[in-house]
């Protein structure tokens, strides 16, 4: 808390803290909407953000995305 003096007498001031973080925490822990996705429409999106053939084939056949996709995803050749 901060104190004021106005006129020889000492205020407390509490501060108020914005409504944010309760928010923030609502919304993280709605649930996830399942949306389907095709192979073609992950390998795409992968390409757009890696930039690269060899980056994007590393991004999708990841450990973190079989874990998310729940499946293993393997490129040959």
Known sequence: MAKTQRGGQVMKVARRVKGTAGRAVAKASRP????????????????????????????????????VTGKQIVFVG
């Not at 949306?35 to 450990?63: N, P, Y």
């Open 32 to 67: 996830v909407r399942k949306v389907q996705v095709t192979l073609g429409d992950l390998i795409a999106a992968a390409f757009d953000v890696a930039g690269e053939t060899t980056a994007a084939a590393k991004l999708v056949s990841s450990r973190a995305m079989a874990e």
